[in-house]
């Protein structure tokens, strides 16, 4: 066998290596030990996946190939270094939106090449193509409505108008006849270019009706999409690594899609659908817990001689806290109050942050060692056991009104069951209501004791407070 | 594209999905967000088509589309690749 027989077996094989360490990566990205060389091995078996492209026969434009391969690893790097750990969700929603650009861009580009071949085209290779700048041109949009909202350039707000879904079945027919059209005469370029304005209109309208705190939701979503797109277009170039890689993406999207809509109690389609946050919430709940409630309030002082005598204390991260960039503050007010010999837990919640798993990024840059971070489903049976558990920026996910009152929009959501501890410390600016626009009957408690101020600010003297105790 | 590679394109690609269901089900959360940065670079093998339909030499719609995307899939690749990674470094005991 010589060198140009060899080739062709020689990539696809170079190919079966890299699906295999996308598939070992990312089972070891299942464990904080492995995960740092999980990811890596995935990174090589990129590497060798677009080392194999490059030699394949019909690759010949190397210069320009290369160029294009260096701006976009400059820029990605330039990205990667830079962002903040708050904005890990924006700059997943970008990354997302870049994949499903280029997928799609692939499926258009295919089909240009094949048209002015003059080749015929299949109706598979052309229903294809339009899957390809459907899920792209979907992902695209709709990644950057996200980043958007995320970002605060859109409003967070569900943005919904008269007739918006009947519309959207309108828009999604429109695409579906002209699909039809499409298949008939793939020469008719206006019919093509519609169906590509369609998708990227279609993105959009996905996302807007979503309210800001479903983003997490959204944003696991559009990271299976991402992962379908390139699958898509794997169809399209025929092409087993694209598929194999984005049937991977598509699945670990779909799986965190589903935890998170299980944190929050909600189904995908209510998410999608429902523009929750936007006129519901304040009924049932505000209803409950009458204005003539009072809450406690304290001060840091007597917050400090609370948790400083206590044998345990629990802390629970809301995204407040990260908002306020005071992770480095309650690590700080921890490392103290271990010092003194009080055993200190974090509780994460599932929808701590704004995308799976965020918190405890934020928390590990702050040097937090993972192992005191624990998950609802650990922490809930060890409440009883808790002195004092401090609420730090959170509100929807320890609200009790989530297990006994149905008329509450939160009602059946799992919760930090911190109203079984001994007492409860929130730290927050007023009385503001969480995304779910409810009011808190925790806050309300006798239990409860509140101490209003900015996080960063009520930490950072909660913490000179214990050192003098 | 023929029908029978396009079975056999739905063989890889159904069974590659379950691979990922089986291989992601059990990470835990601490993990979620270095999972889906790292599962977000994986997606950028899009490249690799990407890389296809720009290879011919000269310029046309087409290899001009599919440049863009080159660079598209790379910033996904590169950016999301390195970003995991940064997080990663910070995960202690």
Redesign the interface.
């Known amino acids: 066998m010589n060198w140009t027989e060899f080739l062709p077996t020689g990539i696809q094989l170079s190919y079966l290596v890299a699906a295999s360490l996308f598939i070992v990566g990312l089972k070891q990205l299942g464990s904080p030990a492995s995960a740092r060389r999980g990811n890596q091995l995935a990174a090589v078996g990129m590497l060798i996946a677009v080392v194999a492209t490059l030699l394949e026969q019909q690759v010949l434009n190397y210069t320009l190939i290369l160029a294009g391969v260096v701006i976009g690893s400059v820029i990605g790097a330039i990205a990667a270094y830079r962002v903040a750990m708050t904005a890990m969700p924006q700059m997943v929603g970008i990354f997302n939106g870049l994949g499903g650009a280029a997928s799609a861009l692939v499926a258009i580009a295919e089909f240009w090449r094949l048209l002015s071949l003059d080749l015929p085209l299949s109706t598979t290779a052309l229903i294809t193509i339009i899957l390809g700048i459907l899920i792209g041109g979907v992902t695209l949009t709709g990644s950057f409505v996200a980043f958007g909202k995320l970002q605060g350039i859109l409003p967070g707000a569900p943005l919904l108008f008269p007739l918006q879904q009947p519309l959207n079945a309108l828009l999604l027919v429109a695409f579906l006849v002209g699909s039809v059209f499409f298949c008939i005469d793939p020469s008719n370029l206006p019919v093509f270019l519609g169906l590509i304005v369609a998708s990227l209109i279609l993105g959009v309208a996905v996302v807007i009706p979503i309210g800001g705190g479903d983003m997490p939701v959204v944003i696991s979503l559009l990271n299976s999409y991402s992962g379908l797109a390139a699958a898509a277009a794997g169809f399209v170039v025929n092409n087993n690594m694209l598929i194999i890689a984005g049937a991977l993406v598509g699945a670990s999207g779909i799986i965190l899609t589903n935890i998170m809509c299980k944190a929050m109690n909600r189904s995908i389609f209510n998410v999608l659908f429902a523009g929750f946050g936007s006129e519901g919430g304040s009924g049932g709940g505000s209803a409950s817990v009458g204005t003539q409630q009072t809450v406690k309030s304290i001060d840091p002082e007597e917050g400090a001689m609370m948790l400083g005598y206590a044998r345990s204390v629990v802390i629970i991260p809301g995204y407040g806290m990260a908002v306020a960039q005071a992770q480095h503050t309650v690590k700080e007010l921890v490392d103290q109050l271990e010092s003194m010999g009080v055993e200190v837990k974090y509780a994460i919640h599932p929808v701590a942050g704004r995308m799976p798993g965020h918190m405890n990024v934020l928390l590990a840059e702050a040097n937090v060692p993972y192992p005191q971070l624990c998950d609802m489903d650990d922490i809930n049976p060890q409440f009883e056991q808790t002195d004092v558990a401090l609420i730090i920026g959170a509100n929807d996910v320890v609200n009790p009104a989530a297990r006994h009152d149905k008329s509450s929009p939160i009602y059946g959501m799992p919760i930090l069951e911190v109203d079984k501890a001994k007492h409860a410390i929130v730290i927050k600016r007023g009385m503001g209501t969480g995304f779910s626009g409810v009011q808190n009957e925790l806050f309300f408690q006798d239990k409860t004791l509140m101490l209003f101020g900015g996080a960063k600010d009520v930490v950072a003297k909660l913490t000179s407070e214990v050192k003098q105790l | 594209?023929?029908?029978a590679?396009?079975i056999t394109?739905l063989f890889?690609?159904?069974l590659?999905?379950?691979?990922?269901?089986e291989?992601?089900?059990?990470?835990?959360?601490?993990?979620?967000?270095?999972?889906?940065?790292?599962?977000?670079?994986?997606?950028?093998?899009?490249?690799?088509?990407?890389?296809?339909?720009?290879?011919?030499?000269g310029w046309?719609?087409?290899?001009a589309?599919?440049?863009?995307?080159?660079?598209?899939?790379?910033?996904?690749?590169?950016?999301?690749?390195?970003?995991?990674?940064?997080?990663?470094?910070?995960?202690?005991?």
């Open positions: 594209m023929t029908t590679t396009l394109c890889v690609f159904v590659a999905s379950f691979v990922g269901f291989v992601i089900n059990k990470v835990p959360p601490t993990l979620h967000t270095p999972l889906m940065s790292g599962a977000n670079a994986i997606s950028g093998i899009a490249v690799l088509g990407a890389i296809l339909v720009s290879g011919a030499l046309n719609i087409s290899i589309l599919g440049l863009i995307a080159v660079v598209l899939a790379t910033i996904n690749v590169v950016g999301g690749f390195l970003v995991t990674d940064r997080m990663l470094l910070m995960f202690k005991k």
